[in-house]
């Protein structure tokens, strides 16, 4: 029987951290504040936007929402310059997908590197790759926390990433060449991507389809770390099969309460480590 990651218990012990360090800011003067840009009533991202307000309350960061119901992307840009150039505000993020219409690349390169709390402006994949300071994607920073937490040895291993999507795949596979490690990246639909998962140390699954990866495509003994995030109805499905891969693998995160938890709670981090700069 697998260890099972919890990622719930793992966040709560986190925000108590963090909630320490920014009480320590203020000490300071300094008033930690993250900019969240939404755009549009996507009921998903008005739902998922007013988590992270909260979960920055619980921090002690402060949440200046911005949503915009409709916009240009010439105004969306100009906000995002706006937010660069206010010393008051430590971070932004824009709460991807967005409508129809605008540019997400344009959009999250307009976010200056050093308020890039979400990690999404295609230079941090350069630095990430060039093993330079930056400020990762909260899926990575969030399967690297999880690993540290359960003091799962991370280096000297083989780990194969399903799914090589700009906010989990790619980051995740740069931040590794930098490390200990030996990394393949396949995509989810590669024809052979059950042979490629069975070879994995630590299996990391990011392929937008309910239960991609079965048991029989996971080494005994690997660990798993699922980002799937599948909706049929209210119930929410992984990318890997729970109920039976946990029987072969060692350690493995469940969905819900694996790493999505913790994704917040890495972006307010980073928002930190931003405002002690």
Not at 4 to 19: F, R, Y
Not at 94 to 110: F, H, I, W
Not at 238 to 254: C, L, M, R
Request: aromatic share 4%; with cysteine; hydrophobic share 45%.
């Amino acid at each position: 029987m697998a260890v099972i990651l919890d990622g719930k218990e793992t966040a709560a012990k986190v925000v108590a951290e963090l909630s320490a360090q920014a009480e320590g800011l203020k000490r300071k003067g300094i008033n930690p504040t993250l900019a969240l840009i939404l755009v549009g009533s996507d009921e998903f991202s008005v739902r998922y936007v007013k988590m992270k307000a909260k979960r920055c309350e619980e921090a002690g960061v402060v949440a200046q929402l911005h949503h915009l119901e409709t916009t240009t992307q010439k105004e969306l840009i100009a906000l995002i310059e706006r937010l660069n150039d206010d010393p008051s505000v430590h971070g932004v993020m824009v709460q991807l997908p967005l409508p129809k219409g605008l540019d997400e690349l344009a959009t999250v390169e307009a976010i200056s590197p050093e308020k890039d709390v979400d990690g999404l402006n295609p230079a941090t994949l350069g630095k990430l790759l060039m093993g330079e300071e930056c400020f990762p994607p909260a899926g990575v920073e969030a399967i690297m926390e999880l690993l540290k937490r359960y003091q799962i040895e991370a280096e000297h291993r083989h780990w194969v990433v399903v799914g090589l999507s700009n906010i989990v795949g790619k980051p995740l596979l740069a931040l590794l060449t930098n490390r200990k490690v030996s990394a393949t990246g396949v995509h989810a639909d590669n024809p052979h991507m059950a042979r490629y998962a069975k070879e994995a140390d630590v299996l990391v699954v990011d392929a937008a389809k309910k239960w991609a990866v079965t048991a029989d495509m996971v080494k005994p003994g690997a660990v798993v770390l699922d980002n799937g995030n599948n909706y049929e109805g209210k119930k929410v499905y992984g990318d890997v099969d729970f109920d039976h891969v946990k029987d072969v693998a060692s350690a493995i995160t469940p969905v819900p309460g694996g790493i999505g938890p913790l994704l917040i709670s890495m972006l307010i981090r980073n928002t930190l480590k931003a405002a002690a700069k």
